[in-house]
Nanobody
Framework: QVQLAEFGGGLVQPGGSLRLSCAGS????????MGWYRQAPGKERELVAK???????TYTDSAKGRFTISRPNNKNAIILQLNSLKPEDTAVYYCHLGHLVPGQGWREAWGQGTLVTVSS
């Protein structure tokens, strides 16, 4: 069973930076996409950024130019660098994995979430 462990998050002042990391374990197959979603109070969960196993990245408009998603040497780990943070970035950030499981199709997993609070 896939498990996603998230690290990072916390309280930061507007304009500051944070780094979120996520490590996956438990059998992740080669064709996959890992990413970060966020959910602010009273709002729906939304995509922030994602990266597939080939290194192709996707960002929402709010993330472009401020956030960077990367996939270091460990293929099943991702990092989200958050720069120039704004109060409206305050949310619970969730790590997400989608992968193609042989014989079972596309399967997804979620991390438990980590809180990012941007406030002075």
């Amino acid at each position: 069973q896939v498990q996603l462990a998230e690290f990072g998050g916390g309280l930061v002042q507007p304009g500051g930076s944070l780094r979120l990391s996520c490590a996956g374990s438990g059998g992740i197959f080669g064709i996959n996409v890992m990413g970060w979603y966020r959910q602010a109070p009273g709002k729906e969960r939304e995509l922030v950024a994602k990266i597939d196993n080939g290194g192709t990245t996707t960002y929402t408009d709010s993330a472009k130019g401020r956030f960077t998603i990367s996939r270091p040497n460990n293929k099943n780990a991702i990092i989200l660098q958050l720069n120039s943070l704004k109060p409206e970035d305050t949310a619970v950030y969730y790590c997400h994995l989608g992968h193609l499981v042989p014989g079972q199709g596309w399967r997804e997993a979620w991390g438990q979430g980590t809180l990012v609070t941007v406030s002075s």
